[in-house]
């Protein structure tokens, strides 16, 4: 699978956009890219995923460049809830039409009062 | 909906013992998928179905068996737990509708230590 770069730690202002940055510049053409977040020890929650345009859902909006190399998570109106580890993840859809996710250790997000 | 209920939450057992861990799921999902996380590190795909009566290996397969005879349920089993297998333990579910995939839902985790 090809690997995804994310800062370690970024903080964002309660309230503001968080904007969350993620290079894949090895991406191959069928790969998604996923984004998926974790609170404290939960389980990882779902946010959004896309292949190559821009998606859009209630939680958040994924901006994937045109030559694929590099996405951004936009969190429109941050809350203290949003605090949590953000994984940006890159993963083919099987046969099957599952996917197997290769999780790296993410960007720890902190909301800030 | 109860989503993906893994159980037992918490787990101490010693070097050389057996036993299961449990994943269920009531939203009628075909995917269905383990994966262990270690302290600071992200989530590692250990075995996955993609319906009931198949399987497959992921990345981290040694020393854990799995079975899926329904739907429902995904069972984890270790065949004989060792120190390095202390870890968070996590079970997912999802399903494709078409073209689309829907995401995992990931039940809460098993807090295993081996000791």
């Known amino acids: 699978d090809a690997k995804t770069t994310q800062p370690p730690s970024m903080d964002c202002a309660e309230g503001r956009a968080a904007n969350l940055p993620c290079n894949h510049s090895?991406?191959?053409?069928?790969?998604?890219v996923y984004w998926y977040r974790q609170i404290h020890s939960q389980g990882p929650q779902y946010i959004i995923h896309?292949?190559?345009n821009n998606e859009t859902n209630e939680m958040a909006s994924l901006i994937i460049t045109e030559d694929r190399k590099s996405s951004t998570l936009i969190l429109p109106h941050a809350t203290l809830r949003d605090t949590a580890v953000y994984y940006c993840i890159l993963a083919l859809i099987s046969n099957f039409g599952n996917e197997k996710l290769t999780f790296g250790t993410g960007t720890r997000l902190t909301i800030i009062p | 909906n109860a989503g993906v209920t893994q159980t037992p939450k918490f787990q101490v057992l010693k070097t050389g013992q057996s036993m299961t861990l449990q994943c269920a799921q009531d939203m009628n999902h075909e995917y269905m998928s383990w994966y262990r996380q270690d302290p600071g590190m992200g989530l590692r795909l250990i075995h996955y179905?993609?319906?009931?009566?198949?399987?497959d290996q992921g990345e981290v397969p040694n020393g854990y068996n799995v079975s899926r005879s329904t739907t429902e349920d995904f069972p984890l089993r270790l065949l004989s737990a060792a120190p390095s297998q202390t870890s968070v333990y996590f079970c997912?579910?999802?399903?494709?509708?078409?073209?689309?995939?829907?995401?995992?839902?990931f039940g809460s985790g098993t807090r295993l230590t081996v000791v």
């Open positions: 896309g292949l190559k």
């Open positions: 179905s993609v319906g009931a009566g198949i399987t």
């Open positions: 997912a579910s999802s399903y494709s509708a078409g073209t689309s995939f829907m995401g995992y839902t």
């Open positions: 090895t991406i191959s053409g069928n790969e998604y």
